[in-house]
Structures are given as structure tokens and as C-alpha cells.
Nanobody, 125 residues
Framework: LQLVESGGGLVQSGGSLRLSCAAS????????VGWFRQAPGKEREGVSC????????NYADSAEGRFTIFRDTAKKTVYLQMNSLKPDDTGVYYC???????????????????WGQGTQVTISS
């Protein structure tokens, strides 16, 4: 399974971006998918994740109410819609996945086996 992120860019504070995580090699069926970010000089942190069924989601406190994660099974893609962006949201955003047909996704990176290369998000004040 290979993951490719896209959709990053430079936007002003208060703006929006939609990140995409596309799978190749196989579908995302049966995979939980998470988004993580790493700000300059900081450790990577979990932002959001969605269960393999799509029924359950999890958000970091910093993302709650502003970000929405959803998946399009037909397009083998998971999206992260980010609204009301702040300079603190700046960083490299990674999508990741691990196989589990049941249960909730875990927002901790040690659970994830497959990672994309990341996409840069920069929010100007």
C-alpha cells in the first residue's frame, strides 16, 4: 500500500484547505487512516483519524470543530477538510494507515504501518 498526500499550500489565516490522501497498490478497504502533522522544531502529532468503516472519527483538541476527516471509498481517498486555519496549523501533514476491519482508529502514530511523504501547509498571519 502506498499513500500520496496532496492539497497543501500557502493560505492566509482564516482560510481553508482540503488535503487528500490517495492510495495506490490497493484500496483503503479495511484500513484505518490518520492525519498527522509536524511543525518546525516540534514532534509529529496526531490531528485526526477515521476508522476503516468510516463510522468513527477522532480529532485532536486543536482540530475539533475546524477540521473534518472523511473518506471516499470509490476514489480510494481520505480527505481532511481544514477550515478557519491558524498560523499554528503550519507544518508538514502526513497521512498514514494500518489494517483493521473493526474498531475505532487510534490517534497514535505507533499504530500506523504505512506513511505518505507529506504535504506542506503554511498559514500566514
Amino acid at each position: 500500500l502506498q499513500l500520496v498526500e496532496s492539497g497543501g499550500g500557502l493560505v492566509q489565516s482564516g482560510g481553508s484547505l482540503r488535503l487528500s490522501c490517495a492510495a495506490s497498490g490497493e484500496t483503503l478497504d479495511g484500513y484505518h487512516v490518520g492525519w498527522f502533522r509536524q511543525a518546525p522544531g516540534k514532534e509529529r502529532e496526531g490531528v485526526s483519524c477515521i476508522s476503516s468503516s468510516g463510522a468513527n472519527t477522532n480529532y485532536a483538541d486543536s482540530a475539533e470543530g475546524r477540521f473534518t476527516i472523511f473518506r471516499d471509498t470509490a476514489k480510494k481517498t481520505v480527505y481532511l477538510q481544514m477550515n478557519s486555519l491558524k498560523p499554528d496549523d503550519t507544518g508538514v501533514y502526513y497521512c498514514a494507515s494500518y489494517h483493521d476491519r473493526e474498531g475505532d482508529c487510534m490517534p497514535f502514530e505507533q499504530w500506523y504501518d504505512y506513511w505518505g511523504q507529506g504535504t506542506q501547509v503554511t498559514i500566514s498571519s
